[in-house]
């Protein structure tokens, strides 16, 4: 527990006035940030229209949203995997926002990637390590992979600054 004193006018107490700075920092620090957790769609919750799948996030923030590839639109089979791709340096120095996809297997055969599409400003977005696993592909880009059967289990945290 925190104790805070309080001096009278003129009384200096340097490491006094340090703690209650530091515990102001970190109570607005605290409020500033507003964190939830985000998770690829579930089968029945995905929509399609006009080729187009989507789907509202959990926080209602924003969407998922993407269009198959291979033969045919329709009903989603499974839930296959999940990738997260955290920020990168672009060749200009300006930094790409993290991209986290869902891919689906359809019932005819063909391949759905859904996108996660918040609402701006953009969040920092973080994914537990412990289900996701750090792989490297093609031109040193890394990126984590989340193979649960569940399209739940691979969930990641969506932080907004407020």
Not at 13 to 23: F, G, H, S, T
Not at 76 to 82: D, L, Q
Not at 124 to 131: E, M, T, W
Request: aromatic share 10%; net charge neutral; with cysteine.
């Amino acid at each position: 527990m925190l104790k805070l004193t309080v001096l009278q006018s003129g009384e200096a107490n340097p490491m006094m006035r340090n703690l209650l700075v530091v515990a102001l920092a970190l109570g607005a620090s605290y409020c500033a940030a507003a964190e939830t957790y985000e998770s690829c769609p579930m089968p029945a919750n995905i929509k399609i229209a006009r080729g187009v799948y989507t789907a509202t996030t959990n926080d209602n923030e924003g969407e998922w949203i993407g269009t198959s590839r291979g033969p045919g639109d329709g009903n989603i089979k499974e839930f296959t995997s999940s990738m997260f791709f955290p920020p990168q340096l672009d060749n200009d120095g300006s930094v790409q926002a993290p991209l986290v996809r869902c891919s689906y297997e359809l019932a005819q055969g063909g391949h759905l990637d859904l996108r996660f599409d918040p609402r701006p400003p953009l969040p920092g977005l973080r994914v537990d390590v412990g289900l996701w696993r750090r792989k490297s592909g093609p031109y040193d880009l890394d990126y984590y992979e989340c193979t649960e059967r569940a399209a739940w289990r691979c969930r990641f945290e969506v932080v907004r600054r407020s």
